[in-house]
């Protein structure tokens, strides 16, 4: 078995199909995503807190109220999440829900700091901050691409029990340090986790566009082995559209699709494709 990270390069797209199936050895850098801890229930009621309203459990922190768009750009990114892991999640008037949501500029002290969320511990309930003052809260960047969505699907993420890829109990093979190290085969970058700070490919996104657009390849499988699949998503012969140019709104994307069985994961620029591409995406070490 050779390792095939360089699927994603253009070349090896145009090759066309690829082994259709993901192996997840030991050592492997999925691990680095499991933060030890998980809820117990898969039945997950949300609340948006309203103007001055805090959450209930941890901490008193008011938040500004969220507006219909920003509502909905974070249920987007719950059913990005939902489409791929066996949970659901359910918006509820009730501000003692399992995940209270909060949007506050006065919580944090720069626009680089752009959120956090309690990890969870079963059923117990998980408050999540959100910078409105953070890089990429507008409209553009909470659409597909943008670091404000990639934001909300990272903290999101923090709340089902996924940690960071460079902290943590397990720390992804090869990295130091958060920023700008990619460690082995590259893997440290948002195109494969958007737990990783290093956002979308090499680098290339800016606060509108390339950023990775729900739950990425790693995050699936890690996301997929505490709660299980979903099976029922995207059953059929479905094809995927891809962003024909690299402007705002293009996105990193990875595709869960039960019918296929399949993993695939797309950079999209510049490039449509029907083709069924997935990848093997990892191999130990083998000294
Ligand atoms: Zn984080």
């Known amino acids: 078995m050779c390792e ?35 809820r117990t229930d898969t039945n997950i009621s949300v609340h948006f807190a309203g103007l001055g309203q805090g959450p209930t459990v941890f901490e008193n922190t008011p938040s500004e109220g969220w507006t219909a768009y920003e509502r909905a750009r974070v249920e987007a990114a719950l059913t990005a999440i939902s489409n791929v892991a066996n949970v659901t999640f359910t918006v509820t008037s009730n501000p003692d829900a399992d995940f209270q949501l909060i949007k506050s500029a006065a919580a944090f002290n720069s626009p680089n700091s752009l959120g956090y969320f309690y990890l969870p511990n079963g059923t117990g309930r998980s408050p999540g901050v959100f910078n409105s003052d953070g890089i990429g809260w507008t409209n553009d960047g909470l659409r597909e691409g943008g670091t404000g969505y990639a934001t909300v699907v990272h903290e999101l993420l923090h709340g089902l029990g996924l940690g960071h890829t460079h902290d943590g109990i397990n720390v992804m093979d090869g990295v130091t340090q958060p920023f700008n190290d990619f460690g082995r085969n590259n893997l440290n970058q948002g195109i494969y986790s958007t737990m990783s700070y290093n956002s979308g490919l090499n680098g290339t996104d800016n606060a509108n566009r390339g950023a990775e657009a729900g739950p990425m390849a790693l995050d699936i499988a890690a996301l997929q082995a505490i709660y299980g699949a979903n099976m029922s998503h995207a059953t059929g012969q479905d ?37 069924r591409v997935a990848v093997v995406l990892y191999q130990a070490p083998t000294t």
């Open 4 to 38: 095939v990270c360089q699927a994603f390069s253009d070349q090896a797209m145009a090759a066309g199909e690829m082994p259709q199936s993901v192996v997840i050895p030991s050592n492997s850098p999925v691990d680095s995503l499991f933060s030890g801890t998980q």
């Open 239 to 275: 094809v995927n559209a891809l962003a024909t140019t690299n402007s705002d709104g293009a996105a990193s994307i990875s595709i869960w699709e039960a019918g296929l069985r399949t993993l695939r994961l797309i950079y999209a620029k510049q490039r449509s494709s029907t083709k």
